[in-house]
């Protein structure tokens, strides 16, 4: 079976023989930017991938779960831009902060519907073990600069390296959702994205007491 229609960028898009879960993952991937990730059933994403409703099937249980495997991918993705970004810290901590928030926020603007899936679909982690551990992996990165940044500031002002991370990932995540999207969905703003976050991001750290010269020597314990 073929199905030559195309997608709303002229690209072609449906099943070709083999490959009816990833035609119908890009089926999803294009219903959720089309119509949002509760815009579309399960028979909708078959008719968009050209196939018969009851051939999603054979690969899914129901339209929750082929949601699933869109978040699984998109996290899996996201954790790789981030820990790109990140690149362990260098070549150092602050530096590779604000890398870490531009790919946060480009990300969501070039993967919409994945970032979609991954953050408004309703799907839990526990969906999946897989799911899970790729959502695991991408604050992994967070916590891990958080703990870096944590470092840096007066030992008596050191907050749980968790709670750092939670923080920024809310202040990332509201930037993103709000600001940053590449979609119909993104507010105007009178600066970019990316300098509200870093603005953002630079009162936490200072009302944490991060030193202005974060490359000096960690202060000591005692």
Same mark, same amino acid.
Request: aromatic content about 10%; charged content about 25%.
């Given at each position: 079976?073929? +199905?030559?229609?195309?997608?709303?960028?002229?690209?072609?898009?449906?099943? $070709? $023989?083999?490959?009816?879960?990833?035609?119908? /993952?890009?089926?999803?991937?294009?219903?959720?930017?089309? =119509?949002?990730?509760?815009?579309?059933?399960?028979?909708? @994403?078959?008719? +968009? @991938?050209? /196939?018969?409703?009851?051939?999603?099937?054979?690969?899914?249980?129901?339209?929750?779960?082929?949601?699933?495997?869109?978040?699984?991918?998109?996290?899996?993705?996201?954790?790789?831009?981030?820990? =790109?970004? +990140?690149?362990?810290?260098?070549?150092?901590?602050?530096?590779?902060?604000?890398?870490?928030? =531009?790919?946060?926020?480009?990300?969501?603007?070039?993967?919409?519907?994945?970032?979609?899936?991954?953050?408004?679909?309703?799907?839990?982690?526990?969906?999946?073990? #897989?799911?899970?551990?790729?959502?695991?992996?991408?604050?992994?990165?967070?916590?891990?600069?958080?703990? &870096?940044?944590?470092?840096?500031?007066?030992? &008596?002002?050191?907050?749980? @390296?968790?709670?750092?991370?939670?923080?920024? +990932? @809310?202040?990332? $995540?509201?930037?993103?959702?709000?600001?940053?999207?590449?979609?119909?969905?993104?507010?105007?703003?009178?600066?970019?994205?990316?300098?509200?976050? #870093?603005?953002?991001?630079?009162?936490?750290?200072?009302?944490?007491?991060?030193? #202005?010269? /974060?490359?000096? #020597?960690?202060?000591?314990?005692?």
């Amino acid at each position: 079976m073929r +199905w030559t229609k195309h997608d709303r960028d002229g690209h072609p898009r449906g099943y $070709h $023989h083999g490959n009816l879960k990833e035609a119908l /993952v890009r089926a999803a991937l294009e219903l959720i930017a089309e =119509k949002g990730p509760w815009g579309f059933t399960f028979a909708d @994403a078959a008719r +968009w @991938a050209g /196939v018969s409703p009851a051939a999603p099937y054979r690969h899914f249980r129901d339209r929750d779960e082929l949601l699933s495997d869109v978040a699984r991918r998109g996290f899996e993705q996201f954790a790789g831009a981030l820990g =790109k970004a +990140w690149d362990a810290g260098r070549p150092d901590p602050f530096a590779a902060f604000e890398r870490l928030g =531009k790919a946060y926020l480009a990300f969501a603007r070039n993967e919409p519907a994945y970032y979609s899936a991954m953050f408004e679909a309703g799907i839990p982690l526990d969906t999946s073990a #897989e799911l899970r551990e790729a959502g695991d992996r991408a604050f992994a990165v967070l916590r891990a600069a958080s703990e &870096q940044l944590i470092a840096r500031m007066p030992p &008596q002002n050191r907050p749980p @390296a968790l709670m750092m991370a939670l923080h920024i +990932w @809310a202040l990332s $995540h509201g930037v993103a959702s709000l600001f940053g999207r590449g979609d119909s969905a993104r507010r105007a703003l009178p600066m970019s994205a990316e300098e509200l976050l #870093e603005a953002g991001v630079l009162v936490y750290l200072r009302g944490l007491g991060l030193p #202005e010269d /974060v490359n000096a #020597e960690p202060p000591r314990r005692g």
